[in-house]
């Protein structure tokens, strides 16, 4: 049976892991952006810098995707290679 990579678009589930890692990280962003528009004055630079924060913060579910996709693969030839 041939091993299926989601596309770029397709949802990827995460396991216990990554969603520890996921939910860590988003809580450290929460306390982040609520520094920034609590103590930045000027709405440029607030701006700019909730906007770049949220931005790392969607590349880093990205990345943590990509991450699950790993695991998945290896998982996923492991047990193909057991089987055979």
Request: charged share 20%; no cysteine; proline share 5%.
């Amino acid at each position: 049976m041939a091993i299926q990579i989601p596309g770029p678009l397709d949802s990827v589930p995460f396991d216990e892991h990554h969603q520890r890692v996921h939910a860590a990280l988003k809580e450290q962003y929460t306390r982040l952006h609520n520094m920034i528009s609590q103590n930045v004055m000027s709405p440029r630079a607030r701006a700019l810098a909730l906007t770049n924060l949220e931005q790392s913060f969607l590349w880093l579910g990205r990345a943590i995707r990509e991450d699950q996709i790993g695991t998945n693969l290896a998982k996923a030839s492991q047990s193909a290679g057991s089987e055979s």
